[in-house]
């Protein structure tokens, strides 16, 4: 319980350190954002809106506000939910935006992300059991070389050969053009067959690493005296390997889950960006090159917020698997 | 004991009563710059219910030949000749089932690091209804009731059974193993260095529990250490190894009041009696060799008082001639060229 | 008590500490070329970066000029096609790859010296010092690299290759920072290092001339890391559009065929070699870390070598 409280108080420092540098960020960054922000809104917006320019000014900084309070403004700003209006999509609240589009993305990371931890893991542990033999021969090599492959060829790749040529599934978009979102049969099919393609690629994108870090820490488990003790009481080969060096092994894949969310999340955008998937991905490129600065700040505050709570399930889960923390 | 029936514990193919007996067992570990030979070509003879204890220095060879006679060798260690015959029956011709059988059925083990031979993340009780269920019929509630039984038999309290091993104490963890080696009722228990991570109190209730179980259940015993004391108070015939080699063979008393290899004779004069008046303590000069490449003809010469370039003829067949393991008077073997 | 009466003959001599400090540079190249999947990097690496030194005389179009018939698939005058503008693709990948790969280079050599000062600041410092950092570093570590790269590429006006050197180097620092810290803290109470602090060298000097040159072997494997997840992140942010498209590279070319529906049109060669070229550089130094790995902990190897001079190299 103690290692939960300690987890929890790092992830509310490493969040206020998020939402600062969020904060900072415009005040940091050379030259005016404005200014390629003014750019690139049209006459009518700006007549509709005399109060837009003052209030961006203000929520970028660009006036020489103090900057205490400023930042004072931002946090309340912030914990309220309100992240103002995107321009980009005049005048749809960014909150809004956010919403429609969160639901998806985590749908895709979620289903993705975990297949490809399974199946990694899995992979891993059998590879490093039988070391040499064909699971590790093939399987191995073939994962790790999909995984060094950057996410977007290899979604390029998907699109063009399975997509185009094959036509097996549709590479465009998270349903299909005519089909009303919500509790419908019709929808959640066809969100599924959209789905499919880019859950593919994460998992091949993600199951490599998965794959050799098991396989690494099994490697160094399988010398542990206890597996020499569980061989030596004659138990079957196959719960050796799963009860008693996998259940063990897997904890150190788990703890570097929390890391490798990260770099999910940058395949994420790849993904989205190629599959015109509707996700916070495909948002957050789209807003950058529009220059809409309230979307993109909120949407990386987004992303961290979502990489801490991975974070925090993974060590939920590191709580359950592993006996040891609970008593420290 | 409850719940379990036990199957026939003698195997198919028993022939002799002879526990275990190695016949010129010869063990190598296999590396790419070439073969190190960490046994060579050792006999030991182990009868049902006796104790039977093997010392030597650490790398001697003594663990290995633990791991050979339970089939538990991890490559590159590979038995190259020799047999291991477990009443009778050669251990090596055995196939991956019958082997998964035969092991803790009938032959089981005590490692020396109780610390990390249980598996950290699962409880006490599970790992032994593993091990129950792996051998035997028998159902989780009646294996852990068992599993209770062999903890209380070691001195543990039976809710102990729910526990994790980083909850118990050191002592308890390797009581813990000593019971878990024991619950399937083998007829001969391997115990490598039980006793030597473990403070001298410790150590001596844990010699002790041994002690009363081994009389209760009648097992046998290999004790494998370093420690020569602990086996003149406890065992019942004693092999001293030498870098691969059985050096001297005897019974516990006559090694006591009568050693006759220098290299045991160093041995015992290298710690101070537990009792008795305090004498002076020598050590072995040197270091043990290096078994990729070790001295020619006896492998102790390096370090033995008796081998001096003076005797010239005596030096002669030191350096070059392997002393072979004789009978020099009854049940008291010598692999030494001075008895020749 | 009992008297011992020493007949042992002397211990082996001890490695003497100074022993630490010579840096082995040589012997590394050639143990990573001994290692099978190291070497394997190494040549295929190497490979690319001589074609993107000798562009000159391997590609005899210049990639910005319109030098043929557009979408035209591979053929023999233009073994990688050409763009849908007319571009010769295989000019663009040849030449590209200066720009991917050393915008890479130097976005990780920025990117290490961070990482670098930092932890072994963070390190020897302890204190609060070290607490700062740590947050910093944790703060950089929660937040996604790519959607940061993004927000910032968005913020900043001028986006050549100037830029993505800097904010690559500026927010790819953090793990390897974590690592090298740690790796430096359990120098900092070696025997050297305690005699120099008494000695009175200045905290600077202790850092950068006592424990950094014991962590050469660690401080390259880190570079090696950064190096092909600042290629992947330069091509990444030009293939989504928010660096200079205009420049030759290999994001470029894929970003310019995203743009033009390539894929939806079946020209798979606008996309597919400057990709497969990225992919393949990626791979190789991806092979090379392993080899690095392998070598640093031996039991992943599948014979046994001996470990005596690798486990001086990698301590």
């Given amino acids: 319980m103690r290692f939960l409280l300690r987890r929890l108080g790092f992830y509310a420092i490493a969040l206020w350190g998020a939402i600062t540098l969020n904060f900072l960020l415009p005040r940091l960054a050379p030259g005016s954002p404005l200014d390629g922000l003014m750019s690139r809104l049209s006459p009518s917006q700006l007549a509709a809106n005399p109060h837009m320019v003052d209030n961006l000014r203000a929520y970028l900084g660009v006036q020489k506000q103090p900057l205490l309070p400023a930042y004072w403004g931002y946090l309340k700003q912030v914990f309220s939910g309100d992240f103002g209006i995107s321009t980009s999509n005049f005048p749809t609240p960014v909150s809004e935006i956010v919403g429609r589009t969160l639901p998806y993305s985590i749908a895709l990371v979620g289903v993705g992300f975990v297949l490809a931890f399974l199946l990694g893991t899995g992979i891993g542990m059998i590879a490093a059991w039988r070391r040499g033999g064909i699971v590790d021969s093939i399987a191995t090599p073939a994962l790790i070389s999909f995984g060094a492959f950057p996410a977007f060829f290899t979604a390029l790749l998907a699109v063009y050969f399975l997509g185009l040529k094959a036509g097996w599934f549709p590479i465009q978009h998270a349903y299909g053009t005519g089909i009303t979102p919500g509790p419908n049969w019709t929808y959640a099919k066809s969100a599924f067959h959209h789905g499919v393609l880019p859950v593919l690629i994460i998992v091949f994108v993600f199951a490599g690493g998965w794959l050799l870090n098991m396989r690494n820490v099994m490697i160094n488990t399988v010398e542990e005296d206890y597996i020499a003790l569980a061989n030596a009481k004659g138990l079957r080969d196959r719960r050796v390997m799963t009860m008693y060096a996998g259940r063990n092994a897997i904890l150190p894949p788990l703890t570097g889950f929390a890391s490798q969310f990260g770099a999910a999340v940058g395949g994420l955008v790849f993904i989205e960006f190629v599959f015109s998937y509707p996700g916070v991905g495909l948002t957050l490129q789209q807003a950058a090159l529009g220059s809409d600065y309230p979307l993109t700040q909120a949407l990386l505050l987004v992303f961290s917020v979502c990489v801490l709570v991975a974070n925090l399930i993974m060590d939920l889960l590191y709580v359950v698997l592993d006996p040891r923390v609970r008593t420290a | ?340 | 008590m009992a008297t011992v009466i020493p007949e042992l003959e002397p211990a082996a001599p001890i490695a003497l500490p100074s022993s630490d400090r010579r840096v082995r540079v040589p012997r590394w190249a050639v143990l990573l070329l001994r290692n099978r999947k190291s070497c394997f990097g190494i040549v295929v690496f190497g490979t690319i970066v001589g074609v993107a030194l000798a562009a000159p005389w391997i590609a005899t179009n210049s990639p910005s000029d319109i030098v043929a018939l557009p979408g035209q698939p591979p053929n023999r005058a233009f073994p990688m096609g050409t763009t849908d503008q007319g571009y010769d693709v295989f000019a663009q990948v040849v030449w590209g790859a200066r720009q991917s790969l050393g915008v890479g280079a130097l976005a990780a050599l920025l990117s290490t010296v961070i990482a670098t000062t930092l932890g072994l600041l963070a390190a020897y410092s302890g204190g609060w010092v070290d607490d700062v950092i740590n947050l910093v570093t944790n703060v950089f570590l929660v937040i996604p690299t790519l959607p940061l790269l993004i927000v910032i590429a968005s913020m900043v006006e001028n986006r050549g290759p100037v830029m993505l050197v800097s904010i690559i180097g500026l927010t790819t620092w953090a793990v390897e920072a974590r690592i090298l810290r740690g790796q430096a803290m359990s120098l900092r109470n070696r025997d050297f290092v305690l005699a120099a602090k008494v000695a009175g060298e200045s905290r600077w000097r202790i850092v950068f001339g006592e424990i950094m040159p014991n962590m050469i072997s660690r401080i390259a494997a880190a570079f090696l890391l950064v190096f092909y997840i600042a290629i992947l992140f330069e091509a990444g942010l030009e293939f989504l559009g928010l660096a200079d498209v205009n420049r030759t590279s290999w994001g470029a070319t894929m970003y310019w065929a995203q743009n033009n529906s390539a894929v939806l049109q079946g020209e798979w060669w606008h996309f597919f070699f400057p990709g497969f070229a990225l992919a393949l550089s990626v791979v190789a130094l991806v092979f090379v870390n392993y080899g690095v790995d392998e070598l640093a902990n031996p039991r992943l190897r599948q014979r046994t070598r001996r470990l005596g001079i690798l486990r001086r190299l990698f301590a």
């Fill in chain 2, 1 to 340: 004991m409850s719940g379990m029936v036990l199957r026939e514990v003698l195997r198919p193919r028993a022939t002799t009563s002879t526990l275990i007996e190695l016949e010129r067992l010869v063990v190598d570990y296999v590396l790419p710059s070439g073969r190190v030979r960490a046994v060579d070509g050792i006999d030991l003879r182990i009868e049902p219910g006796e104790i039977v204890g093997l010392a030597g220095e650490s790398g001697c060879g003594k663990s290995t030949t633990a791991q050979a006679v339970m089939q538990i060798l991890r490559s590159p260690a590979q038995v190259t000749s020799g047999r291991i015959l477990f009443r009778g029956e050669d251990l090596t011709g055995l196939g991956k089932e019958e082997l998964r059988k035969f092991r803790w059925r009938n032959v089981s083990m005590v490692f020396q690091s109780a610390m990390s031979a249980l598996n950290p993340v699962l409880r006490i009780g599970d790992q032994f209804v593993d091990m129950m269920k792996a051998h035997e019929r028998v159902s989780k509630n009646d294996a852990l009731a068992r599993a209770g039984d062999l903890l209380e038999l070691v001195g543990i309290d039976r809710r102990r059974v729910r526990a994790y091993p980083h909850e118990l104490s050191g002592g308890m963890r390797q009581r813990t193993i000593i019971a878990m080696a024991l619950a399937l009722e083998p007829e001969l228990v391997i115990m490598d260095e039980p006793t030597t991570a473990l403070d001298v109190v410790v150590q001596r209730e844990i010699l002790q529990q041994i002690q009363d179980l081994q009389r209760e259940l009648g097992f046998a015993v290999l004790f494998i250490t370093h420690d020569l004391s602990l086996l003149l108070e406890f065992a019942d015939r004693i092999a001293i190894m030498y870098a691969g080699e059985i050096v001297e063979r005897t019974t516990a008393a006559t090694l006591f009041g009568n050693p006759l290899h220098p290299y045991t004779v160093g041995l015992m004069r290298s710690f101070p009696p537990l009792t008795g008046p305090m004498e002076r303590m020598t050590g072995i000069p040197g270091t043990p060799p290096d078994l990729a490449a070790p001295p020619a003809g006896c492998r102790f010469h390096p370090r033995c008082p008796h081998c001096r370039v003076e005797d010239a003829a005596l030096y002669a067949r030191q350096t070059t001639e392997r002393p072979v393991l004789r009978e020099i008077e009854p049940a008291h073997h010598v692999a030494c060229h001075l008895f020749e």
